[in-house]
């Protein structure tokens, strides 16, 4: 391998991700026949991608000693950083107006129940997304992976929203906030789910997404902006 800074030679390895990043990323005046087979590139993408896992289990198989040290503090340090991370209540109108807004525009679940039935989310007379939430003090990591996010009950200084559902006032609590981080929603402005994810449940359910053909593009880190993620998954479709 050359040192493109130098030009000499270098005995320098790259991992299996950063060469198949190069060799899948497009460039304005090269044509990259890769790109053109359509759900074959797909199905080279998967198989790309389960080389590269494969590479890191390897490297995890065979770095237990090292693995096992003091890097480990950080992790269990994770939970008491939830808080301030990731947040499921009604912000201040007063401290944060902007973000209050994109909260209350984007972030409440439903409203489902008695009082809308006919919401998307009901599955045989309940929410199948579980809301409305149970109150909860203090954030607590739960046996499934996901945590259950502090929740603080009107009775508890949380606070409330009035919203109007069919015409009638309906008072909404913490208890129907999706989990959003402050700090995404206020940059995107829109719905933005965000779940902790600390156990091998949920871990598997993000690497599912990498059999899905757009997904492969933000996973192996090529340029997003060439072509856009949506243009891909047509692509990728259409026969
Ligand atoms: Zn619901």
Same mark, same amino acid.
């Given at each position: 391998?050359?040192?493109?800074?130098?030009?000499?030679?270098?005995?320098?390895?790259?991992?299996?991700?950063?060469?198949?990043?190069?060799?899948?990323?497009?460039?304005?005046?090269?044509?990259?026949?890769?790109?053109?087979?359509?759900?074959?590139?797909?199905?080279?993408?998967?198989?790309?991608?389960?080389?590269?896992?494969?590479?890191?289990?390897?490297?995890? $198989?065979?770095?237990?000693?090292?693995?096992?040290?003091?890097?480990?503090?950080?992790?269990?340090?994770?939970?008491?950083?939830?808080?301030?991370?990731?947040?499921?209540?009604?912000?201040?109108?007063?401290?944060?107006?902007?973000?209050?807004?994109?909260?209350?525009?984007?972030?409440?679940?439903?409203?489902?129940?008695?009082?809308?039935?006919?919401?998307?989310?009901?599955?045989?007379?309940?929410?199948?997304?579980?809301?409305?939430?149970?109150?909860?003090?203090?954030?607590?990591?739960?046996?499934?992976?996901?945590?259950?996010?502090?929740?603080?009950?009107?009775?508890?200084?949380?606070?409330?929203?009035?919203?109007?559902?069919?015409?009638?006032?309906?008072?909404?609590?913490?208890?129907?906030?999706?989990?959003?981080?402050?700090?995404?929603?206020?940059?995107?402005? @829109?719905?933005?789910?965000?779940?902790?994810?600390?156990?091998?449940?949920? @871990?598997?359910?993000?690497?599912?997404?990498?059999?899905?053909?757009?997904?492969?593009? $933000?996973?192996?880190?090529?340029?997003?902006?060439?072509?856009?993620?949506?243009?891909?998954?047509?692509?990728?479709?259409?026969?």
């Amino acid at each position: 391998m050359i040192n493109p800074l130098n030009g000499e030679e270098t005995t320098k390895k790259v991992n299996s991700m950063n060469y198949y990043a190069y060799r899948l990323m497009i460039r304005q005046n090269a044509d990259n026949y890769l790109l053109r087979f359509r759900r074959l590139f797909q199905q080279h993408c998967v198989d790309l991608y389960v080389k590269i896992e494969t590479e890191r289990l390897t490297f995890i $198989r065979l770095n237990q000693a090292k693995l096992r040290s003091e890097e480990y503090i950080h992790l269990r340090d994770a939970p008491d950083q939830i808080d301030d991370i990731i947040c499921a209540k009604i912000p201040d109108h007063e401290a944060d107006p902007d973000l209050h807004d994109v909260v209350i525009t984007n972030m409440i679940h439903g409203l489902c129940g008695a009082i809308n039935p006919q919401s998307p989310c009901m599955v045989d007379g309940k929410c199948s997304e579980r809301y409305p939430r149970k109150f909860t003090a203090e954030t607590v990591t739960g046996n499934d992976g996901y945590p259950l996010y502090r929740r603080r009950s009107p009775d508890d200084n949380g606070r409330t929203v009035t919203t109007k559902v069919k015409r009638m006032d309906f008072v909404v609590d913490n208890s129907w906030i999706v989990p959003y981080s402050p700090l995404i929603s206020k940059t995107f402005k @829109t719905h933005c789910k965000v779940e902790y994810c600390n156990s091998v449940k949920s @871990t598997k359910y993000i690497c599912k997404y990498v059999t899905k053909g757009s997904a492969i593009w $933000r996973f192996l880190d090529c340029n997003p902006q060439i072509p856009t993620i949506k243009f891909h998954a047509i692509k990728l479709v259409v026969m």
